[in-house]
């Protein structure tokens, strides 16, 4: 885990060469002989950074070097993630996702609890005349941001915890159980770039019967409700309203058209780890 980031821009590298060669594809060659799971070979490397760390857009560049070059050979597929706040941009990922730095990632898991401006507790459904995204909930704005990335492929999940106590105390509102995620699933999934649920964490599903199973239900279903696109982002992730008003009655009529042939496919992602970042 790192504490205060690779020292310089040949360091991260050579971390990222020592992350590789402990969990990536086992090679049988020298120089890391350190592997803590044997010849098991994980299939992708999450970054979760919460506090500001430099050089870690070049740490992130290398480890993505591996892996294209691991899935350019065909077999395994290897994958690199990340797992920003809702706040756009987050301060502390902003490096290895925006500018001339910016690394392509496969998926993001962005975490929309403990984040009281932009997260979960403020989604209000789409009535009238009303967006969602205009009450803070922002995962309008990580979809333009996944479609004008790097990787413009990129699949963001919607990050939300596993049950009460997998928030801070003072942040308990941030979690929803079941029923009131069903509207938030549903105008997550009327995104291109929605690829599933992150929930944090699996101590928290397990100990929270019926959880899973209802998500899971609620990605299964096909998406009820499509988001504004008349709206553009400036630079620090505020939406502002362009075209006509009736935008918002006209997307749920297309949607509700749409629902008859929907076939949604995509995947939960159950959980994501902090073994290391």
């Not at 004008?148 to 919607?158: G, T, Y």
């Not at 279903?221 to 709206?231: A, E, I, S, V």
Request: aromatic share 10%; proline share 7%; net charge neutral.
């Amino acid at each position: 885990m790192f504490t205060s980031g690779p020292s310089s821009v040949q360091h991260a590298r050579s971390l990222a060469d020592q992350v590789w060669n402990m969990f990536g594809p086992h090679s049988g060659g020298g120089g890391y002989g350190t592997r803590p799971f044997g010849d098991a070979v994980v299939d992708g490397f999450d970054l979760d950074i919460e506090a500001p760390l430099q050089n870690i857009a070049p740490f992130a560049a290398r480890l993505r070097r591996h892996i294209d070059r691991a899935n350019a050979g065909g077999g395994k597929n290897f994958y690199l993630s990340a797992a920003p706040q809702c706040p756009y941009p987050d301060q502390n990922n902003q490096d290895v996702l925006l500018g001339n730095n910016a690394v392509g990632f496969d998926f993001v898991m962005v975490q929309f609890y403990n984040n009281p401006k932009c997260d979960i507790r403020v989604f209000r459904p789409i009535d009238g005349e009303d967006d969602p995204s205009q009450s803070g909930f922002n995962m309008a704005v990580w979809d333009r941001w996944a479609r004008s990335s790097k990787n413009p492929k990129v699949k963001v999940f919607l990050g939300i915890p596993g049950g009460p106590s997998a928030v801070t105390p003072s942040e308990k509102a941030s979690y929803k159980g079941p029923d009131k995620l069903v509207p938030i699933i549903a105008y997550s999934k009327s995104f291109k770039s929605f690829g599933g649920v992150m929930i944090w964490d699996m101590s928290q599903v397990y100990a929270n019967h019926g959880f899973l199973e209802a998500i899971t239900n609620d990605i299964k279903c096909p998406p009820d409700q499509t988001p504004n696109t008349n709206t553009k982002v400036d630079a620090d992730g505020n939406e502002h309203e362009s075209g006509n008003k009736n935008a918002h009655g006209d997307a749920r009529a297309k949607a509700d058209m749409s629902r008859q042939s929907s076939k949604a496919s995509t995947r939960t992602r159950r959980a994501h780890q902090r073994e290391w970042q």
